[in-house]
Structures are given as C-alpha cells and as structure tokens.
C-alpha cells in the first residue's frame, strides 16, 4: 500500500486528523498521540474491509502552513524568514492565512525548516 495521506487540523481542545482516502477521523493531545490514534482507526477499517494494515511510517502527514506554526508555536516566524531570505511580512501572511503561497514558496519554507531541524538534530551539549 502507498503512504495514507492524513490531514491534521488545530481544535480548541487539541488537534484533529482525517484520512482524504478513507472515512476515517479522530483527535489528540499532540502529534505523536494522533498518529497513534490515527492508524488505530484507519486499521480498524482497513480489518472490516479486507486491506493491509498500516504502521505510522505509512501515514504521510500534511498540516497546512498556519496550523504548522499553530502546532509548532517554538519556531521564530521572524528568524526563519531571514534564514530562507524571505521577506518577513510575506511570511506572517502566510502564517495567519491572509495569502496562500505559491507551490515554490511553500517548498523553499519547509526546505528552511527540515535545514534547521537537521541542524538542531546534530547538535551535542558538552556537559
């Protein structure tokens, strides 16, 4: 089976998931929480209708750019604008819904965040 797209969603009491494939939804606390619940969901539909069960590593996970920053409120919006060299009003637009980004802009922001992420991931503490 290819990778089931789910949607996640910010909700006043936490977070929201749905499978555009399936009709399939549910909630959470946090991320980890919803991908659990999610594929327990999804795999008990896929039982009733004789398809493969699913692990996580077969969901891929979409967030829309403002529940991104919604749900990942740690991230600078100022700083990575002027890490991708973007200009940061342009962003902040994005992020409270005003404007959609083109396909390329959406692209090279999350390029600039997977970048800090792989920085943020190599770093040690001397102790």
């Given at each position: 089976?290819?990778?089931?797209?789910?949607?996640?969603?910010?909700?006043?009491?936490?977070?929201?998931?749905?499978?555009?494939?399936?009709?399939?939804?549910?909630?959470?606390?946090?991320?980890?929480?919803?991908?659990?619940?999610?594929?327990?969901a999804?795999?008990?539909?896929?039982?009733?209708?004789?398809?493969?069960?699913?692990?996580?590593?077969?969901?891929?996970?979409?967030?829309?750019?403002?529940?991104?920053?919604?749900?990942?409120?740690?991230?600078?919006?100022?700083?990575?604008?002027?890490?991708?060299?973007?200009?940061?009003?342009?962003?902040?637009?994005?992020?409270?819904?005003?404007?959609?980004p083109?396909?390329?802009?959406?692209?090279?922001?999350?390029?600039?965040?997977?970048?800090?992420?792989?920085?943020?991931?190599?770093?040690?503490?001397?102790?």
């Amino acid at each position: 089976m290819r990778k089931v797209k789910i949607i996640v969603k910010r909700t006043k009491t936490g977070f929201a998931v749905y499978a555009t494939k399936f009709p399939v939804a549910t909630t959470g606390k946090n991320l980890p929480e919803l991908k659990q619940h999610i594929v327990g969901a999804l795999n008990l539909y896929f039982a009733h209708n004789g398809i493969k069960l699913i692990t996580e590593d077969d969901l891929r996970v979409v967030i829309e750019l403002p529940q991104f920053f919604k749900f990942y409120k740690i991230i600078n919006a100022k700083a990575l604008s002027e890490r991708i060299g973007m200009n940061q009003s342009l962003l902040a637009q994005y992020i409270k819904g005003h404007k959609t980004p083109s396909p390329m802009q959406a692209q090279r922001i999350l390029e600039g965040i997977h970048q800090t992420a792989k920085e943020l991931a190599a770093i040690k503490f001397q102790l």
